[in-house]
C-alpha cells in the first residue's frame, strides 16, 4: 500500500553503475575475506557498533545545502528493487544514498520549473498522501491491535473445533484402456503382487515408480470418480471393476485409513492473523462509510461499487 520509489530508484544512470560496480565487485571479493576480518575484530564488536546506530536525525550528505537524513537513507534503502538484495549492505547504502541525491536533483529542477503547480501533479500528489495515511492507520490502529490472544481465540473458534476429517493412503495402477485393467484385476485377484505390477504396468510416472502409492490423501483432493472409489474400500482392498477417470482407467488399493486432525495454532498462526485483519480492516471500513456521505451520480458506476463492496 505504500508508496513505491522502486521505480525512481533504478532510473539513474549512476544507480545503474553503482549496480554493476557492486555486483563486480562482490563477485571479485574472495570467498574467505568476510572471515578473515570478522577474525580480526574483537567478539564485543557487533554489540558496540548496534549500541551505535546513528539518530535518524544525523545528516549523511546535503544536496544544495538541504539535507539528507539517516531516517531518509533507511526509507529509501528500505524500498530499493529487490535486485539490490544481493549487493552487501555499504553497498546497498550507497546505492540507496545515490537514489536519493538523484531525486533530489531532479525534483529540485522540477520545482524550479513549475511542476508542483501543475493541476495533474497535485491531484497525485493528494492520491498518495491519503494512501500513505491509509496505510498509517492500518498499520497502527487495526494491525496493530491484533494480539496473538486474538489469534488464539480464532483457532479455538474456527479451526480446534472442527471435527477430525478423514483421508486414506492408496496406490493404483493405471492404464489405458479397461480391458488391461481387467487383466491387472483378474492378476491381482489371482494372488499378484500390487506394488510389482504398478512398476511394470502403470502410466503414471510419479507414483508408478513407487508401486503406484499416492500416499495420504482427503476428500477433495482427488478426481470424483478416484476418490470416491478409493474412500469406498476396506483396508487392504482393491477395486474389483475399473475405475475410468480423465486420465484413464485404474486398479485401486486401499493402505490406510485415518483421521486427519486439526492443524496446530503454529501452523497457520500467520493465516489467522491475516484473516482477523481483513475482518477488522472490513469492519472499520463498513462502520466510516456509515458515518460518512458518499454520492456517485453514475448510476452504473454505483451499482458496480456497491456490488463490490456487498462482497466484503
Known amino acids: 500500500m505504500a508508496t513505491s520509489l522502486s521505480t525512481r530508484l533504478v532510473a539513474g544512470a549512476a544507480l545503474a553503475l553503482l549496480i554493476a560496480a557492486g555486483a563486480s565487485a562482490q563477485d ?36 544544495d545545502g538541504k539535507s539528507i537524513t539517516e531516517g531518509e537513507l ?8 529487490p535486485q539490490f538484495a544481493r549487493l552487501p549492505a555499504e553497498q546497498r547504502r550507497a546505492a540507496a544514498l545515490s537514489a536519493i541525491i538523484e531525486i533530489r536533483l531532479l525534483a529540485n529542477e522540477a520545482e524550479e520549473a513549475g511542476l508542483a503547480d501543475d493541476k495533474e501533479f497535485q491531484t497525485r500528489m493528494t492520491f498518495l498522501r491519503d494512501r500513505a495515511l491509509h496505510s498509517a492507520f492500518i498499520e497502527k490502529n487495526i494491525a496493530g491491535s491484533v494480539s496473538d490472544d486474538d489469534v488464539k481465540a480464532r483457532y479455538d473458534k474456527e479451526i480446534a473445533a472442527l471435527p477430525a476429517s478423514g483421508e486414506v493412503r492408496a496406490r493404483h ?11 491387472i484385476i483378474a492378476e491381482l ?29 482427503g476428500q477433495g483432493q482427488m478426481v470424483p470418480e478416484f476418490e470416491q472409489a478409493a474412500f469406498a474400500l476396506e483396508v487392504g482392498a482393491h ?19 485415518r483421521d486427519r486432525p486439526a492443524p496446530e495454532l503454529a501452523q497457520v498462526a500467520d493465516t489467522i492473523r491475516s484473516m482477523v485483519l481483513r475482518d477488522r480492516y472490513f469492519d472499520t471500513v463498513k462502520g466510516l462509510r456509515g458515518d460518512a456521505t458518499v454520492d456517485i451520480p453514475d448510476a452504473g458506476l454505483k451499482t458496480a461499487v456497491e456490488a463490490i463492496e456487498a462482497q466484503k
Open 74 to 81: 533507511a526509507l529509501a534503502e528500505s524500498d530499493l528493487d
Open 28 to 63: 571479485q571479493q574472495p570467498a574467505a575475506q568476510p572471515e578473515a576480518q570478522d577474525q580480526q575484530q574483537p567478539a564485543t564488536q557487533p554489540e558496540a557498533t548496534e549500541a551505535e546506530a546513528p539518530s535518524p536525525d544525523a545528516v549523511v550528505a546535503t544536496v
Open 173 to 183: 495402477i493405471l492404464v489405458k484402456t479397461e480391458e488391461e485393467a481387467k487383466a
Open 189 to 217: 485377484d489371482g494372488g499378484g503382487d500390487f506394488e510389482a505390477i504398478a512398476k511394470e504396468k502403470s502410466s503414471d510416472p510419479g507414483s508408478g515408480a513407487q508401486g503406484g502409492d499416492l500416499g495420504y490423501f
Open 239 to 257: 477395486t474389483k471393476k475399473p475405475v475410468k477417470s480423465q486420465f484413464g482407467f485404474h486398479v485401486i488399493r486401499l493402505e490406510d485409513k
